[in-house]
């Protein structure tokens, strides 16, 4: 066949790796850390878009674009997360290439062509909005402001995997702008919780919501809240995060706005963001050693039909009852795919779909025309089971609904047997090494703590769960007490 | 009211830029030649991305994304395309910023994290595609491949105007490879008409296919079409091309396939991109001295709503009326704003909404509700009349695909007004000077003839009609003979 991955238990990292590629999802381009979305992989990007741009617009945002580049001298205004970002960053230094005099048919760089200043290829563009901003805002009239943007970024990472960590990745970054610190929080765990509902709801991916550590946080930001998801291997991913930014970028930039009550007052601003690593999630967090496993509210084909024929003659037949049927189901608002390719049998068309995670595969053969039947297997269980022909229509939206559920489900149960309570740094360690997953554990608050826990389990701190309950308690590291426990994990 | 620009007449091009400001569409951003584009500006580019996108879906293509940057070695591969966007590139050469050791909280960028290999940021993405599609594709059965990309590019332009000539611009590429000339053609000419149905059906505005001459072509492509538009000024704006690219991508990149004879081939090419400078010849086409006038299938509000009040108790019953009407509206898929403010009267209303080029307004008052009535006022002939309440939600529809036609009627007729034949060259240079447009005369078809006339009179040959008829006659420069009359115009 040359799709076949391999297995999880054998090597969860490539079996990861081979379904992206296999899939058609995603490869890797001939530039550094650069990747090429393949269309079906883009397919399913472009359904997570849509639900997530109507929930932005439900909510009161609108989409706008701002510039790709960053002067530097911008760049380095607020300098938390200048610092943060300086280490990885793609710089434009030069805006002309010329013939090279040495080598016919070759260019070189034109060092007449140099920038006064150099220009960074946004890494996140808080810096390029608020600079944008300052000339938006005189008065509390101008406020909110509810922006959300759908653009390219660029971080220049060392080790890159496809989807989870690239040099340039897709994202939305939402930046808000407020009057008040209270409405500006409101906002950002409101976003918080649009994630997490996108998440659950459309990735039937369970996440735990929190606020990051101090040493977890984006810098610029006050306080950065996050959902983190557990993937198969008992690694965390970190899937959405929404930040609190206080007045920093608005001192920063300068932002200013004369109140209700005629005073000046910086403004408070919110920054939130989730990127194509999704779909590195997704992935890893439902499919199995046959390849992937949609849900069907992000698959971009709900039904795929395979005729089962063995002459033309057959196949003419088949073909126009499944003509019948696909028009009805596309009524529905599904998405169909009849395969009707005669190159390939169907224990490969089978498998191909199975691989591209389709949920719902259809069979029809001669003998199902006589009956008035049809093979209906679901993806996620494999279960078979003849249906009816005249009943295909009602039932199959209720089976995706079904499907939907069970994948949640399933990953739930999955992530809930993997939320261990720890009181002692043997158990700790043991945990992680033995079973894998999230561990909840006091911790006494200080960086130190956090550093070395890091250094010795390669554990970090995932988030405060927002709804930890108060327990007092030890820190399972340094002994001292602690009010409540913390979610570590070793993740992506 | 600080929101006023000047006429047309006055001063065509600072109409333009105030407009689009004013208008709240776009502005300059502090990145040279890059802009912001604002939330009602983006909201009119993501009608006009969706309409496309279901055209390009409805022919056959898929969506992918492929690396912003370029390396150089790929990028100088095809020749004719290095050599023609080398002078306008926007090149990385480094991946790190320091610390200033000199100033404290400023950044430098690192000497030693210089690339190896510069990365070119795309200036257009044959390059980079070509070079993967080599990868994707062995056999015939691999072909044809129809993917589109919406995405920035940028091109580094000495003199910018808002979307018209941008270093940065958001636009869509399609790129395809296919098995013959002939079937690669067709996409071309596809494509070509589906820009046309879309600017003529969607954007309300007329325009000429047609072909570009040697001089004008795509750098790396056999032949390019195009679609030209007429704005007010008498100037020609190309609204899209399509690219024939033959085999010339795939010998640059080595992409060949082997035939259903076995035999092996260079593959086919085609490329196709439209961009934000859709909305500056959408401005253009049809705004008048009071600001836009939007063709309803693209306006993000269709039907504003102006409440006319004294008391606060006439504003609520006007509200209750208001609601209802609006619900009405919307099932019937029309955006609809109801301007409530409190803060502004009526007449600043209507010229803020006259400004944003919203094709309805409807106006409310007391005496309305007495007579169950509502003064509806279309914005592109400013005419208004007084319609029964009950028959406003069933009579709105059919006024905005009045609307609609009207304003490509009235486009059409400015254009074809400006469609002047001419056979010599003092009349050339007259039409050109007295009355501006397209001016159709015949040419030797020789590139020294173009240059010529280009640098004489600044018009440029704009493309050579698909409709052209066959008429023998003289170049009105040269005298040499010629069959067919091609298309001038000063053009953006």
């Known amino acids: 066949m040359g799709k076949e991955i391999p297995s999880r238990s054998e090597d969860y990292s490539l079996w990861y790796n081979e379904l992206v590629k296999k899939a058609d999802l995603a490869e890797h381009s001939d530039v550094r850390g650069c990747m090429v ?49 300086a280490k ?71 080790r890159t995997r496809l989807f989870l960590r690239t040099a340039e990745f897709l994202w939305q970054e939402g930046h808000t702008a407020h009057a008040t610190a209270d409405e500006a929080v409101k906002e950002t765990i409101q976003m918080l919780d649009v994630y997490a509902a996108f998440a659950e709801a459309f990735m039937a991916m369970p ?32 899937a959405g ?71 033309d ?67 996620d269980t494999k279960e078979k089971q003849v249906m009816k022909l005249e009943e295909v229509v009602a039932k199959i939206p209720a089976l995706l609904e079904d499907i939907q559920k069970n994948i949640f489900q399933k990953a739930k149960s999955f992530r809930d047997n993997l939320i261990t309570n720890v009181d002692s740094f043997d158990d700790f360690k043991r945990v992680l090494d033995e079973k894998g997953g999230f561990v909840l554990a006091h911790w006494d608050g200080t960086k130190e703590t956090e550093v070395a826990i890091k250094e010795q389990t390669k554990a970090t701190i995932r988030c405060i769960p927002l709804d930890a309950a108060n327990e007092q308690g030890a820190c399972v590291y340094s002994g001292k007490p602690s009010s409540r426990r913390v979610l570590f994990a070793r993740a992506y």
């Open 207 to 238: 996440v735990i919501k929190g606020k990051k550590s101090e040493g977890e946080k984006f810098p610029g930001a006050v306080d950065t809240y996050c959902i983190e998801a557990m993937m198969q291997d008992g690694k965390a991913l970190q």
């Open 37 to 85: 979305i393949k269309p079906y992989g883009y397919s399913i990007w472009e359904k997570m878009q849509q639900a997530l741009d109507k929930m932005f617009k439900d909510t009161g945002h609108v989409n706008a674009y701002f510039p790709l580049f960053v002067p530097k001298s911008m760049f380095e205004a607020e300098e938390q997360n200048a610092e943060g970002f």
């Open 88 to 158: 990885e960053c793609a710089i434009v230094t030069h805006y002309r290439l010329k013939n090279d005099p040495n080598t016919k048919g070759k260019l070189i760089v034109d060092p007449e062509a140099k920038l006064e200043e150099e220009l960074v290829v946004r890494p996140t563009s808080e810096a390029i909005i608020w600079n944008t901003y300052k000339k938006w805002i005189q008065s509390y009239r101008d406020l909110p402001i509810l922006i959300n943007q759908w653009a390219n970024v660029v971080r220049w990472e060392m």
């Open 241 to 311: 995060t929404s930040h609190f930014l206080g007045q920093n970028f608005a001192n920063a930039f300068n932002v200013q706005f004369t109140g209700k009550d005629g005073k000046l007052d910086y403004v408070w601003g919110t920054s939130w963001g989730v990127s194509t690593r999704l779909m590195g999630a997704l992935i890893m967090a439902h499919s199995d050693d046959d390849g992937l496993v949609l849900p069907p509210k992000l698959a971009p084909i709900h039904v795929v039909i395979v005729p089962i024929f063995r002459s």
């Open 313 to 379: 003659e057959e196949l003419t037949k088949i073909t126009l009852k499944v003509d019948e049927l696909s028009a009805a189901l596309r009524k529905q608002g599904l998405s169909v795919k009849f395969d009707n390719r005669d190159t390939h049998k169907p224990g490969f068309k089978f498998a191909e779909w199975e691989l591209k995670g389709v949920p719902v595969r259809l069979a029809i053969g001669p003998r199902d025309l006589e009956n008035g039947t049809v093979e209906v297997a679901r993806r």
